[in-house]
C-alpha cells in the first residue's frame, strides 16, 4: 500500500486548468522532490494533497484512505510552510504546540512532545523566545518542529528554504536529509531548485503547466531525460541544445549536419527504427565538452564570456550558429574571452537527441563510443 | 535655497516639499489646538475675567472655583455612567467589527462585496432619522432610560468594521493555512491566531469608538428621563450660559471647566496610544 496514492488528479480556477491528470504514487519513506518553473503547479499540487486546496477531480488517498472530504489536519499530514508561518504572538514552544492543544492533547504530554521534537532539532535554549527574535534558520527550524511534534505519516515542505541565504541553505538541506534518514517519514518537498531536487530526492517528479513531464531517480532524469524541457530544466547551467538537420536515414542509422561542426555530417545510431522529422536537436551537457580532446567531431566556437567559480569555469559562447554553448572548463588554466574561434571537442557518447516535437529519441550508446 | 538648508533638509531626511508641507500642517494644528487651549485657559479663569477688552490667552489670576462649582452637580454619577456605556459600548463594538471585518476580508460567502456596500451606505442614513423610532422601540419594550438603551444602539458601528476589514485584508493567508493544518477551525482561528494579531486595528477602533460614545450626546439626551441615568455630555449641557442673562457671563467659566473635565478621558486614551492609533488608521493605505 503506497503512502500516497493520485489517480487522475486534477485541479481548476474558474476556466484555467492548473494541475491536469496527475497519476503519482508515493512509497512509505520516500523523500519525493516536486520540481519546476514558476507557475507549474508544484505548490497546488502539494496543497491539494495536504488539503487545503480541494481537488476538481479525481482521487487521493494516504495510508489507504480516500481523503475527499476530510480536514486538513485530519489526514496525517504536517506542512512546513515557504514564509515558516510561525505564529508572531506566540513562544516557540507554543508555536509547536499549537496543534496539540487543538487536538485537546493534556498540557503534560503536550510539554514532553514539544521537548522532545525541540531536542531533536536542538531548539531547546529558544522554547521561550517569539519568531522576532530568532534568525531565519532558527525560524525554520521551528516550522520544522511545529510539523515534527504532530507526529505526521508524511510531511510536506513547500519551498522551505527559499528564504535563506546561500550557505543556511546547504546546511538546512543536509539537516534536512538527516532528518529524513532519522524520522523515516514521507516526505513531499517543493522546490524550484534543481540542486536541492537533485540532492535530496529519492526520485523526482518534474512538472509543467499542471503536468507531469517525468519521474525517476535523480540520476535518472539527469541522464536521460524524456523531453528536451525536462533536460533543460534539469542541470546547472543548463544543456546546451544544437539545431541539426537530419540529412539521411537508413533503418536505426541517422545522418546529421550541423552547422559549426566538422566534420560536416556525423552519424548516430537510435535504439530503434523512428521516422524523424527533418530538423532535430542535439543536447549536450557542459561537462560534455572538452577544450581539448573528445572523442566526436568539433565545434568551432568563440568564447564571449567566462564564468569562473574557482575549481570550475563556465564558458559561454552565445554565438555559435547551431545554438548558444555553455562550456564547462575543469582545467587549471582558463581561456580567456577571445575575437577568434577555438576548437571545442564533444564526448559524443554522451549527446542527447530531441525529435521536432521534444521528446527524447533513444540512442545506441555503445555504437557512439566507437564512432 | 542656501547650501545650510539643503545640508539640514538632507540630515533631517526631508525634501524641498516638506519645507510647504510642514509650516501648513504646523499653523492647521495651531488652529485646531486655540479652541481646547481657550477652553482650559477660561475653566481656571475668574467670571469676571472671562469677557475682556483684550485677549487673555493665559489667565492673569488663577482660581479652580469653577471646577468646585462643576462637583456640586451630580457630575461623578454621570462620569460613572459615561464611563460604562463608553467602556461597555467600545467593548462590544470592536468585537463584533474585528468578527464581522474578517468575515468580510477572509472568508468567501457569495454576496460579500454587496454586504460591505450596505454597511457602508448605511452611513448615510443620519442618526436624526433613526433615533425616534429606536427610542419608541426601547420606550415600549420597557428599557428607556437604562444601560441597556444607552448601550445597545452604539454597539453596531460600521466604522470599526471598516476598519477591521482593511486590516484583515492584508493579514498573510500561510497564517491561516498553518492553522487550520494545526487543526484550528473557524472559531480558534478568530480568537487565537487573527484577533491577537489585530492590535493595532483595535487600538485605533477603540480609541476612535470609546470618544465617539464618550462624546454621544443626541441618543443619550432622548433616552435618559431621570437625573441618575444621564451621562456626562448630556448632564454637562446644564451648564451652558442661558443667552441675555447674567449668568452667560458668570456660566462661561464653569461650563469650560465642565467641558475640560468631559474631555480628559478621550484625550488620555488618545496620548497614551497615539502610535497604534496612527498605524491602525494608516493600515491598508500604504504597503507595509
Known amino acids: 500500500m503506497a503512502a500516497i496514492e493520485l489517480k487522475n488528479v486534477a485541479k481548476s480556477f474558474g476556466n484555467v486548468a492548473v494541475i491536469q491528470g496527475v497519476d503519482l504514487s508515493v512509497e512509505h519513506g520516500e523523500f519525493i522532490v516536486f520540481v519546476g518553473p514558476s507557475g507549474c503547479g508544484k505548490s497546488t499540487l502539494l496543497r491539494m494533497i495536504c488539503g487545503l486546496e480541494p481537488i476538481t477531480s479525481g482521487a487521493l488517498s494516504i495510508g489507504g484512505k480516500p481523503m475527499q472530504g476530510v480536514a486538513p489536519a485530519k489526514r496525517g499530514v504536517a506542512m512546513v510552510f515557504q514564509n515558516y508561518a510561525l505564529y508572531p504572538h506566540m513562544t516557540v514552544a507554543e508555536n509547536m504546540g499549537f496543534s496539540l492543544l487543538m487536538e485537546r492533547v493534556p498540557r503534560k504530554e503536550r510539554e514532553a512532545r514539544v521537548k522532545r521534537a525541540a531536542e531533536t532539532l536542538q531548539l531547546g535554549e529558544l522554547l521561550g523566545r517569539r519568531p522576532k527574535e530568532l534568525s531565519g534558520g532558527q525560524r525554520q527550524r521551528v516550522a520544522i518542529g511545529r510539523a515534527i511534534v504532530r507526529d505526521p505519516q508524511v510531511f510536506l515542505f513547500d519551498e522551505p528554504l527559499s528564504n535563506l541565504d546561500a550557505e543556511l541553505r546547504v546546511q538546512m538541506r543536509l539537516e534536512l536529509a538527516k532528518l529524513h534518514r532519522k524520522l523515516g517519514a514521507t516526505m513531499i518537498y517543493v522546490t524550484h531548485d534543481q540542486t536541492e531536487a537533485m540532492t535530496l530526492a529519492d526520485r523526482i517528479v518534474v512538472l509543467r503547466s499542471g503536468v507531469i513531464e517525468q519521474i525517476g531517480t535523480p540520476l535518472e532524469i539527469y541522464a536521460a531525460p524524456r523531453n528536451r524541457f525536462v533536460a533543460g530544466f534539469m542541470g546547472s547551467p543548463k544543456m546546451s541544445f544544437l539545431a541539426a538537420k537530419v540529412v539521411r536515414t537508413s533503418g536505426r542509422e541517422v545522418t546529421l549536419a550541423v552547422e559549426g561542426m566538422s566534420p560536416a555530417t556525423v552519424d548516430i545510431e537510435l535504439r530503434k527504427a523512428e521516422r524523424l522529422a527533418d530538423q532535430v536537436t542535439l543536447g549536450i551537457r557542459p561537462e560534455h565538452f572538452r577544450m581539448k580532446g573528445g572523442q566526436g567531431p568539433r565545434l568551432q566556437a568563440r568564447i564571449d564570456f567566462v564564468e569562473r567559480l574557482g575549481g570550475d569555469s563556465y564558458l559561454h559562447a552565445p554565438d555559435h550558429p547551431a545554438g548558444g554553448l555553455i562550456i564547462r572548463q575543469s582545467d587549471a588554466v582558463p581561456v580567456k574571452p577571445d575575437a577568434m574561434p577555438v576548437t571545442i571537442g564533444v564526448d559524443w557518447p554522451e549527446v542527447h537527441l530531441f525529435a521536432a516535437g521534444g521528446q527524447a529519441i533513444e540512442l545506441k550508446r555503445e555504437s557512439l563510443s566507437e564512432s | ?288
Not at chain 2, 488620555?268 to 494608516?282: K, N, P
Request: neutral net charge.
Open chain 2, 1 to 288: 535655497m542656501p547650501q545650510w538648508l539643503e545640508r539640514e533638509l538632507e540630515e533631517r531626511r526631508l525634501n524641498r516639499l516638506d519645507l510647504l508641507i510642514w509650516p501648513v500642517g504646523l499653523a492647521v494644528a495651531t488652529l485646531w489646538a486655540l479652541p481646547f487651549v481657550w477652553m482650559v485657559s477660561t475653566s481656571f479663569k475668574f467670571p469676571a475675567d472671562v469677557m475682556t477688552q483684550d485677549i487673555e490667552w493665559l489667565p492673569s489670576r488663577v482660581t479652580f472655583d469653577n471646577y468646585i462649582k462643576v462637583f456640586e452637580y451630580p457630575v461623578v454619577r454621570w462620569g460613572i455612567n459615561s464611563l460604562i456605556q463608553a467602556t461597555l459600548a467600545t467593548f462590544f463594538c470592536v468585537l463584533f467589527g474585528a468578527m464581522a471585518g474578517y468575515a468580510l476580508a477572509r472568508m468567501h460567502f457569495p454576496g460579500r462585496n454587496l454586504l460591505f456596500v450596505i454597511f457602508l451606505a448605511s452611513l448615510m442614513i443620519p442618526v436624526e432619522v433613526s433615533v425616534i423610532p429606536l427610542l419608541l422601540a426601547f420606550v415600549k419594550v420597557g428599557w428607556a432610560s437604562s444601560y441597556q438603551a444607552l448601550i445597545l444602539p452604539a454597539i453596531g458601528n460600521v466604522f470599526s468594521v471598516y476598519i477591521f476589514r482593511q486590516f484583515f485584508l492584508t493579514f498573510p493567508a500561510e497564517l491561516e493555512d498553518a492553522a487550520k493544518m494545526d487543526g484550528a477551525g473557524p472559531f480558534n482561528l478568530f480568537f487565537r491566531i487573527a484577533l491577537p494579531l489585530a492590535r493595532a486595528p483595535a487600538i485605533a477602533a477603540s480609541v476612535i469608538i470609546f470618544t465617539l460614545n464618550w462624546n454621544s450626546f443626541l441618543w443619550p439626551l432622548l433616552v435618559t428621563f431621570d437625573e441618575s441615568m444621564k451621562t456626562l455630555p448630556v448632564g454637562v449641557a446644564a451648564f451652558t450660559p442661558v443667552v441675555g442673562t447674567r449668568t452667560q457671563i458668570e456660566g462661561y467659566s464653569v461650563a469650560m471647566a465642565a467641558v475640560t473635565i468631559l474631555s480628559i478621558p478621550s484625550l488620555l486614551l488618545f496620548c497614551f496610544l497615539q502610535r497604534y492609533f496612527i498605524q491602525g488608521i494608516s493600515q491598508g493605505s500604504i504597503k507595509q
